[in-house]
């Protein structure tokens, strides 16, 4: 099973504020990692597929990037309405995995 | 509009069974995979199963192995997760989401709560 490792498990942010969140794969993955916000009481929702292909209809200050083991997930210029868990995936092989989850709070 | 929605939850006791649905519509149902992710209370995202377009390929993480089922009704654009020998562990959210070739988990259903509790 492919394990992913976010970093950091919380982080506490002011509006404007630049966010990088990592995620490392336990081997190489490729490409084949892909972000998504969870709000509380909401489904989650895709933000990056496949590393760094922006999601249709995701705000331009929402990037993705890495290959391999090491991915990032950056928000420039943070929203109050940002403030949500960040959870990466994995979709290279079987059984599918998620990371731990990152929960982004805005001070 | 792409809508997926699932049913079925409820409280059940240890051992007990139950069976998710998740209606899907706004899209062509017959040519994508279809997934179960679940999320305890508090926890994380696991996914849980899978199953290809034409019904005929299955997956299923190691803990729900031998006890879940997952199936579809391409007539009835509806797939579902048969769940028996249901343990306290397996107490959670469960969320039906779909995958293409080109993206996955690209529109997730609102969730249906499934508690096992004596």
């Known amino acids: 099973e492919i394990v992913l490792t976010q970093s950091p498990d919380f982080q506490s942010v002011t509006p404007k504020e630049k966010v990088t969140i990592t995620c490392r794969a336990s081997?190489?993955?490729?490409?084949?990692l892909h972000w998504y916000q969870q709000k509380p009481d909401q489904s989650p929702k895709l933000l990056i597929k496949?590393?760094?292909q922006s999601f249709s209809g995701v705000p331009s200050r929402f990037s993705g990037s890495g290959s391999g083991t090491d991915f990032t997930l950056t928000i420039n210029s943070l929203e109050a309405e940002d403030a949500a868990t960040y959870y990466c995936?994995?979709?290279?092989?079987?059984?599918?995995?998620f990371g731990q989850g990152t929960k982004v709070e805005i001070k | 509009e792409v809508q997926l929605v699932e049913s079925g939850g409820g409280l059940v006791q240890p051992g007990g069974s139950l069976r998710l649905s998740c209606a899907a519509s706004?899209?062509?149902?017959?040519?994508?995979?279809m997934h179960w992710v679940r999320q305890a209370p508090g926890k994380g995202l696991v996914w849980a199963s899978r199953?290809?377009?034409?019904?005929?390929?299955?997956s299923h993480a190691d803990s729900v192995k031998g006890r879940f089922t997952i199936s579809r009704d391409n007539a009835k654009n509806t797939f579902y997760l048969q769940m028996n020998s249901l343990r306290v562990e397996d107490t959670a959210v469960y969320y039906c989401?779909?995958?293409?070739?080109?993206?996955?988990?690209?529109?997730w259903g609102q969730g249906t709560l499934v508690t096992v509790s004596s």
């Open positions: 496949f590393a760094s």
């Open positions: 995936h994995q979709s290279r092989s079987l059984p599918w995995t």
């Open positions: 706004g899209f062509t149902f017959s040519n994508y995979w």
């Open positions: 081997q190489s993955i490729g490409s084949s």
């Open positions: 199953i290809n377009p034409d019904g005929s390929d299955t």
């Open positions: 989401t779909r995958c293409s070739d080109f993206v996955c988990y690209d529109y």
